[in-house]
């Protein structure tokens, strides 16, 4: 019993430290993208598809539709964890169900981030390839989209492990929490 209590706080710890993490990083690549590859335009000029914005993010100048990709999926990715994180608090980890909701959020999460990292490291590839400026601030966008989706993965990994742990210790003999009440009885 205080094992699966350390290990449920140690999870929590860990979830919340992560959570932290794609939070900041998330508004990293905003600012990134904001300051050093969108030039001085701000974030709702570039989605809006002013002609005269410039984007470093690729290989085309005028390519604005991948600086307003990456406000897209950052913003995306912090409205949906705020969501997910009030709606599991406010209903008290949705009775029961909580770790199931965060598993199908992280998972998709992790789709969302390997999807958004391929186009950021494709069209970065190309324009490192061909000496665009500000390569240091486009790599670290493509990094940071790629930590984001290990942050995600790790989460999805916690989940599929705790519910296999789940499932071996009903179907391998483990008591269940009913089982050692009546053994204390």
Known sequence: MACGCIADVAKRIIVTILSFLKLAFAIAIIVIVAKKLSGDLSPIEVIQHNDSTSCYLGANVKGHNLCAYAYAVCGASIVATFIISLFLCITCEFCGLGS?????FAGLGTAWWVAASIVFTKYGKTANNDNWPYKDARNTVIVLSWLEAVFFGIIVLYGVLKALCSICSCCCGGASEKDKGHARA
């Open 100 to 104: 199931i909701i965060e598993l199908l």
